[in-house]
């Protein structure tokens, strides 16, 4: 009965086959039921929208977690285990290496909840609950207002409503606004402090293809790693504790091991990080003349200078592992972000946006100047701010050593306030971080920064914008920036933890003043914040603000019928669509699904981006997938929902509500699309859920998460169970009426 009911769900899917369709919209849970809901069900939903986003019982968004301050992550276990990608556990994984313990090269997996590693300062947040607080923020703000005055009434209004729904400090709130400030929602959250690692795989199956294969497909790497979230034993949300116990999730994510299909439903949860979408077309030629440029430049130079430590000694290798991925992840994504915003014509397609905009608002008084003022705002700020402030957070804030002076700069306001008792809280909890920040930390890589990323600053910012005071130190060395840093690095205390620890437990105001470091980056702030105080600027950015918010207003005004998602903004969102192949050019075709013989394929003994482990090969040759593959085992696949940074690590779930994969990135093609949607081109790269099991349980072993898991062996066709049941039923009653022959 089994084989017919398949091959009936076969036949009936291939004739009646749902709406095939790649979504664009990062969409807020709270309003699906609204929105998006008859939609999803035409792709296949089986699901309601309160199955999806509740508040008064479970649903899918209560296995959802923010992970850390960038990441997604899900619950899928009943004792609290999570999923995440390897590239957003990473920092853990690093910060438990050592080199007599390399789990990035060897990986981790504790075998009992006593074997797994705690992780001070990784939190995970729930969300509980969405309010459209638009209409209680806005009956504050008129007209009338300037952008300044607009900003501390706003600011008022969260600081009422989010005191209100803490509930007492019981939960952590946040408002944010949406549409360029147009609408303003509450997100409440439970946070949980007590989150430890326990598995990912060795970076050489984590990270396979590295920076060679990132942003690309066709893709091999098996992007995940584990952790478990505790709470008290009563339980709350608390610190870590050795008391703890598993946390008891609201809900958690069955997973299947059935397979996708081409046009199959695909959905993801997670928390999108930053979407342009609205962004005009001055702002795109802003992003490929001068921001794109700028950081490739900055992060191209700090990439050299870690290579050559990084080979020259394993104990740095591990230190800056992490501090590596994160660096090249953004710089290749502005190189192919650069690179295809030219390609799919995001300029041209901008312009034509504000050419229907302009002819809608010639006869409404609110819009008629909306784009001439943007125009003239962005013609003001680029050449004066855009470089000053890519190069400040790069290169000026780049090396660890001068990044360092953030936190002291509250001590040194302390300090000339003569607030005693500020300045002992201050000094005592920087003391209690001294031991994670120079845990990773090189002298020799940050002397190296120091001198690579001063020199850039001095040979490419305006000679106007820069400090009189740096020049002059410039001038003084002759132009010899490995002096300056030397200098520099043997004089700062923030060059040594030592040093730093003798001076908070004597903090000292003229030893403050003078630290070459301290004085450096105060003189380069103080005198960009004396650029941004220029009238003409302050103008500029008040025109900006307020013309974008008119923009993105008449945008939606312009088309009434069309529902639009909000940017992504670190919150909850849900996107749509299916299981997909593409075709990025002439010719040539692109499947939705890669398999192990493509990671064979890719080896490469010389290279450190394609080293196979042995233990995969030799269960690649006995062709020893377990329930996880047949005559091979599917890697990862596409689809074409909609997803951007943050999302890392959201589970892409099936019509049922069930896991079969995580999302982990974008593709080439369309590295444009966090400014503009390209649906013929746009694809999400997601590690299917058979081969992250096959890895934990195959190759690593671990069966004892295997066991934790609900695991969904065989496909659900809501047809062909419905006549399954139509069948049933026939054959009860017949069966009350007497045997038919």
Not at 132 to 157: F, T
Not at 188 to 203: C, H
Not at 277 to 283: C, E, I, N, V
Not at 561 to 576: C, F, I
Request: with cysteine.
């Amino acid at each position: 009965m089994k084989k017919i009911l398949v091959a009936l769900c076969a036949a009936l899917c291939a004739f009646f086959p749902f709406k095939l369709k790649a979504d664009e919209g990062m969409w807020l849970p709270l309003l699906i039921q609204k929105l998006n809901i008859e939609e999803m069900h035409e792709l296949g939903l089986q699901l309601s929208a309160e199955d999806i986003y509740a508040i008064n019982h479970s649903s899918l968004k209560d296995a959802i977690v923010q992970f850390g301050g960038g990441c997604t992550g899900e619950i899928v276990s009943p004792e609290g285990l999570l999923f995440t990608n390897h590239h957003c556990g990473y920092g853990q994984i690093q910060s438990h290496s050592t080199v007599e313990h390399d789990y990035l090269t060897n990986g981790f997996w504790a075998k009992s909840k006593a074997e797994e590693l705690p992780c001070p300062g990784l939190t995970v947040k729930f969300l509980v609950r969405m309010e459209d607080v638009s209409q209680k923020v806005l009956a504050r703000l008129n007209e009338g207002m300037s952008e300044d005055e607009r900003a501390e009434a706003i600011e008022e209004a969260r600081k009422e409503l989010v005191e209100e729904a803490s509930e007492g400090g019981r939960y952590l709130v946040h408002m944010k606004s949406y549409f360029a400030g147009n609408e303003f929602y509450l997100l409440v959250y439970e946070e949980y402090k007590d989150v430890r690692l326990v598995g990912a795989p060795p970076s050489s199956i984590g990270k396979y293809g590295a920076d060679a294969d990132n942003w690309m497909w066709p893709r091999h790497t098996c992007d995940f790693s584990v952790f478990r979230v505790y709470m008290s034993a009563d339980g709350k949300p608390a610190e870590y504790s050795e008391s703890n116990v598993p946390l008891k999730p609201k809900h958690y994510l069955p997973i299947s091991i059935a397979g996708v299909q081409q046009d199959d439903y695909a959905m993801i949860m997670g928390y999108p990080g930053s979407t342009d979408r609205f962004l005009p077309s001055w702002g795109v030629e802003e992003i490929i003349d001068c921001i794109a440029p700028a950081i490739v430049k900055t992060r191209q130079a700090k990439l050299d200078i870690l290579d050559r430590h990084m080979e020259e000694d394993p104990v740095v290798r591990i230190q800056y592992a992490s501090i590596y991925a994160s660096i090249a992840n953004y710089w290749k994504y502005y190189i192919g972000q650069g690179k295809q915003l030219k390609r799919n014509k995001v300029v041209e397609k901008k312009q034509q946006i504000e050419k229907e905009f302009a002819a809608w608002a010639a006869g409404k008084p609110e819009y008629k100047d909306v784009l001439a003022n943007l125009e003239e705002a962005y013609g003001v700020l680029i050449p004066v701010t855009t470089k000053l402030d890519n190069y400040l957070r790069e290169a000026i804030m780049g090396p660890q050593v001068l990044s360092y002076t953030k936190y002291l700069l509250p001590l040194l306001r302390a300090l000339e306030r003569e607030d005693a008792e500020q300045v002992e809280n201050l000094a005592a909890s920087l003391s209690g971080k001294l031991g994670a920040l120079y845990k990773d930390f090189d002298w020799s890589v940050n002397r190296d920064m120091v001198a690579g990323m001063l020199k850039l600053y001095y040979e490419d910012i305006n000679p106007e914008y820069q400090p009189e005071s740096f020049r002059k130190m410039v001038g003084k060395k002759k132009g010899d920036f490995d002096a300056i840093a030397d200098e520099i690095m043997s004089k700062t205390i923030l060059a040594d933890s030592t040093r730093m620890a003798a001076f908070l437990a004597n903090p000292d105001l003229k030893k403050l003043q003078k630290d070459p470091a301290m004085a450096l980056v105060g003189a380069v702030l103080t005198k960009t914040a004396e650029i941004y105080q220029n009238p003409d600027v302050q103008a500029a950015i008040e025109k900006m603000d307020k013309n974008m918010r008119l923009f993105v207003k008449g945008v939606r005004e312009m088309n009434p019928g069309k529902a639009y998602a909000p940017d992504a903004n670190l919150t909850m969102r849900v996107s749509y669509g299916q299981v997909k192949d593409y075709r990025p050019a002439d010719a040539v075709h692109y499947d939705f699904k890669t398999t192990i013989e493509g990671v064979m394929e890719k080896e490469d003994p010389s290279n450190p981006d394609f080293i196979v482990p042995q233990g995969l090969k030799d269960l690649y040759l006995r062709k020893d997938y377990g329930q996880y593959g047949d005559s091979t085992l599917v890697t990862c696949f596409l689809t074409t929902n909609d997803i951007t940074g943050g999302n890392s690590g959201s589970p892409v779930i099936n019509a049922n509500g069930e896991l079969i994969g995580l999302a982990f990135d974008g593709n080439w093609e369309a590295m444009s699309g966090d400014i503009y949607y390209e649906p013929m081109l746009q694809r999400t790269i997601v590690v299917d859920a058979r081969y992250v099991l096959f890895i934990i349980d195959k190759y690593a072993g671990a069966t004892n998460l295997i066991d934790e898991l609900t695991i969904v062996k065989e496909r659900h066709c809501p047809i062909a169970e419905e006549a399954a049941a139509v069948e049933e039923e026939a054959n009860v009653a017949v069966g009350a009426e007497g045997h038919v022959e």
